[in-house]
Nanobody, 125 residues
């Protein structure tokens, strides 16, 4: 049974940093595109960042460029999201997602095969 388990969320002051992790129990993890999404209260889930299978290419939503960095370790079957210069508007539940065939558009929620349960990030002003 495939599982994605996020960790690393918490409460941080504006300007602070957090590093999220997503451990995947996928035997062929290196064959999957991985992404991070987030969902704030009352809002739709939105794509944050994506990384290709070998980690060669990374992609970011405009609102996190220069502040967030996605990376992966295919030996540890883990994808990370390093977040710096956090803002109150970054407050959300953060989810990791895995796609075997590629989502088409990074933001297409239905294009992902597996999702984690989410980790809460709260940024205080």
């Amino acid at each position: 049974q495939v599982q994605l388990v996020e960790s690393g969320g918490g409460l941080v002051q504006a300007g602070g940093s957090l590093r999220l992790s997503c451990a995947a129990s996928i035997r062929t993890f290196s064959n999957y595109l991985m992404a991070w999404f987030r969902q704030a209260p009352g809002k739709e889930r939105e794509w944050v960042a994506g990384i290709t299978e070998r980690g060669v290419r990374t992609y970011y939503a405009d609102f996190v460029k220069g502040r967030f960095t996605i990376s992966r370790d295919n030996v540890k079957n883990t994808v990370y999201l390093q977040m710096i210069s956090l803002k109150p508007e970054d407050t959300a539940v953060y989810y990791c997602a895995a796609s075997r065939r590629g989502p088409g558009d990074w933001g297409r929620v239905s294009g992902y095969d597996y999702w984690g349960q989410g980790t809460h990030v709260t940024v205080s002003s």
